[in-house]
Structure formats: C-alpha cells, structure tokens
C-alpha cells in the first residue's frame, strides 16, 4: 500500500481523530457508551457507513451537481443506514434495541457528512474509502475508551463480565459510582480525553 | 395537564443536549458568542416546532402498518422519509431567511444549511415515533407541543453555554483544556446540574 494511502488509514485515529480533534459526531455517540458491546457495534456501523458513503460519492463526484449535492448525499447515507439496521435487527437485536434511535442518528452524523464534503468529493474512490474506514474506526476508537471507563467504574464489568466481583473489591468497601452510567459523565470522560490528548500533541492546542 | 407534563418534560427533564446529546456539534462550534447562540437557537426551534408534526403526519398516515395500503409496513422507510422533509424544510427557511433577514443569514453563515444534518432535529423525529409507539403522543397537537420543547430545550442550553464560554475568556485554563475540552467538561456539569429535574411530575 502506498504511504499516502496509509496516511489515509492512520490519521484519523489520533493526530486528526474525528470526535476530539475535529469535534464531529458527538452526537449520535456518547450515549452508547455505556457498556462496551453497544459501544462496539455502533463504532464497527458508523465506520461501514462512513467507508460506503465516501466510496459511493466518491464514484459520483462528477456526475452530481454541486446545488443538490447535499441531497444526494443524505438519501445516499440514509439508504446505507437503513441496510445497517435492518442487519442490525437481524443479527444482534438486544444490542439494536439498545441503540434505538442512535442508529437512525449515524444518517445526521456529522462525520459522514463532514468527511464526503471535506474529502470523498475531491479524491479517488479508494483513497476515500480508506478515510471513511479511517475515521470510523477514530470515532470508534474514542467510543470503546469511554465505554471502557463507563461500564468499569459504573457497572464494575466489562463485556458483562463482572470483574470487580470476582477480584472481590465489594468486600473490601469497595461501591461502583452510579454517577458514570448517566449520561453527563461521558461528556466529562471526552474533556479529559482531550485535555491528555492536547498535552501530549501540543500543536493542537489553542492559543 | 398531560399536555404541559409533556412540554415541561420535553424542555428540562428530557433536554435534547444535557440528557441525549443530540446536537453537540453545532453546540460546541457556535457556543462562542451569546448572539449567534440566540439566532441558531431560534432558527432549530422554528424548525423543530414545523419538522414533528410533519414527520407525525407522514408516520400515522403513510409509514405506520396498515396506514396506507391494508397489509403493508412502510416504518423501514422512516429514516429516509425523515430526513428528506427535514432537508426540504431547511432548504425553504434559508431561502425565506435569506430573502427577509440578510443579516441573520450572515451571520448563521454556514450552519443554517447545517441544521438539516443537526441531530437534534432528526433525533426529535425518531424520539416522536418513539412516543407515538409508547402512547404518550396521541395527537398533532401533542407533537407541536413535543417539537417546540425540546426546541426550547436546546436553545436554552445553547444560550446558557455561550454566557458561559463568554465569561470563560477572562479566566487561566491549562492550555491544553483550553476550547473543546473545558466546553464538554462544562457541559457535563451543567447536565449534572439538570439532573434535579429529573421526576418532576405536575
């Protein structure tokens, strides 16, 4: 693979991570964060989503014109955002009715969005498709970092696996925090993410 | 009572920023100045109030089982029928915006076209077919109820955001929190603080 290809692959997962560095799709993302396993497949959706629709409007960015570009671009997200619930209803239906409506919400992500305006419409079809797996897979890392703190500090598991009780902290005092399951916590857990993150790569910091 | 249960329920309780996170994109980008906060909230408000009922109207006469064609389901299609009245509705207020208001189109700039993508919107929609299936909306008249308070909702935690991110100008923050981070941080707090709320019943 050549190296800017793979310049398109690696970026998005840290030095231009979508969710904390772009600050795009926050939305559709933090309440999913709860345990792990949600958090997992709506990262693995929004990166199939996201690949497919670059690659897609990639292929028509000469066809399509500019006016009506948007349109296009949501009935192209929608349907593929559609094919994904319907396999998500298929396949994992618990994890599909916890996710509710964050499924329909990957459509108005603004990550899907914001990556087919900013670089499917002016680069090859491959070249976007490793972005949109790119950047799906950044949102996706972010997702699991939260979900990891959220559902081991909040439910004391992971994957449901209940690993503080079987290392026995409850008889030592040892009480899980409630306050991680609800939802401001993410919020909180994503601005110290960022703050780690921006001292480490202090040319992202503002001045 | 029911009614205005639903509206107080909708604002504060189940506020589309503090409790879903609907919108934070727009949220964080614009939150720099009260003004601007002011002008994108009115306009999702506006488009939330119109884009519900619609989006009721289309769910209980075309898209819900057995509405349209006896035997037939058409809720698979709610995502893309959804998002195309919302992508039409914007298109209509920034040309009306454009055309009455010049100056409030300058100044939104960019994020009138990009309301169409804010979740907020969207997720109004979903969370409505949501109510509908779980009875607690029953009518028109309860979903313009529904789309104009969790409209309300977000515009007020815009605006408190943007005083806030005003004063924050004047005060040290470690560098590297500085922007994004310290706003979610913020967030997180005021959505703590919103959690008094919670079961308020009247």
Known sequence: MASKSLKNLTAPL???????????????????????????VMGLSVMV??????????????????RIRIIVQLVVIA????????????????????????????ITNCIVMGRVEAFALQNKPWDSFLDGIGNGAGYGL?????????????????????????????????????????????????????????????????? | METLNLFIRSIFI????????????????????????????????FVQTMTVPLNY??????LAPNALVEGVDLSFLSFIVFIAVIAAFVQLVEMIVEKFSPSLYNQLGIF??????????????????????????????ESVVYGLGSGIGWWLAIVMMAAIRERLAYSHIPAALKGPGIAFIITGLMGIAFMIFSGIQL
């Open chain 1, 14 to 40: 840290s030095g231009n991570n979508p969710v904390i560095v772009q600050i795009l799709g926050i939305c559709s993302a933090l309440a999913v964060t709860v345990q792990l396993k949600p958090a997992i």
């Open chain 1, 49 to 66: 989503v996201t690949a497919f629709a670059n690659l897609v409007m990639s292929i028509l960015r000469k066809g399509v014109p500019s």
């Open chain 1, 79 to 106: 349907s593929l955002v559609i094919l994904v619930d319907q396999v998500l209803k298929a396949f994992v239906y618990d994890v599909s009715k916890q996710l509710s409506v964050y499924v329909g919400l990957i």
């Open chain 1, 142 to 207: 972010i997702l699991v970092i939260v979900a990891f703190f959220r559902e081991l500090l909040g439910s004391g598991s992971l994957f449901g696996f209940p690993i503080f009780e079987k290392l026995g902290l409850y008889e030592l005092g040892y009480a899980n925090c409630g306050l991680m399951l609800f939802p401001p916590m993410a919020l909180i857990i994503i601005g110290c993410i960022i703050w780690v993150h921006r001292s480490i790569n202090k040319d992202l910091q503002e001045k």
């Open chain 2, 14 to 45: 189940d506020n589309m920023v503090f409790a879903f996170f609907f919108g934070m994109c727009s949220y964080i980008a614009v939150s720099k100045s009260v003004k601007t906060a002011l002008g994108l909230g009115l306009a999702v408000t």
């Open chain 2, 57 to 62: 109207l289309l769910n209980e006469y075309v």
């Open chain 2, 112 to 141: 009138l076209p990009l309301i169409a993508v804010n979740c907020a919107i969207m997720g109004g929609s979903l969370f409505m077919q949501q109510m509908v299936g779980a009875g607690e909306i029953r009518n028109v008249g």
